[in-house]
């Protein structure tokens, strides 16, 4: 069973900066993507950033220029920094790795239990 832990979050003053951390229990090599979403009060949970196997990233329009997803295979980690954060920025921040399985690539999607991003002066 994949386990993945978010670690990072905080609370941060307007035009901060944070960096977001996902330790997986294994190897991220084998996920077809990994990404970060995020849920704030009363809203739906929506997709931050992602970052695919072969590299390739995909942002909200929300935090282009802003946002950084990366991964670090030796360490099993995926990370999304964020700067000039803003209130709205606030929310709970989810890991979330897809893996394929079997001849016909089914999806398994793991999520982290989630950490707490709050951005306020």
């Known amino acids: 069973q994949v386990q993945l832990v978010e670690s990072g979050g905080g609370l941060v003053q307007p035009g901060g900066s944070l960096r977001l951390s996902c330790a997986a229990s294994g190897s991220i090599s084998k996920f077809y993507n990994m990404g970060w979403y995020r849920q704030a009060p009363g809203k739906q949970r929506e997709l931050v950033a992602r970052?695919?196997?072969?590299?390739?990233?995909n942002y909200a329009d929300s935090v282009k220029g802003r946002c950084t997803i990366s991964t670090d295979n030796a360490k099993n980690t995926m990370y999304l920094q964020m700067n000039s954060l803003g209130p709205e920025d606030t929310a709970v921040y989810y890991c979330n790795a897809e893996a394929l399985h079997g001849v016909a690539d089914t999806s398994y999607y793991y999520w982290g239990q989630g950490i707490q991003v709050t951005v306020s002066s």
């Open positions: 970052i695919f196997s072969g590299g390739s990233t």
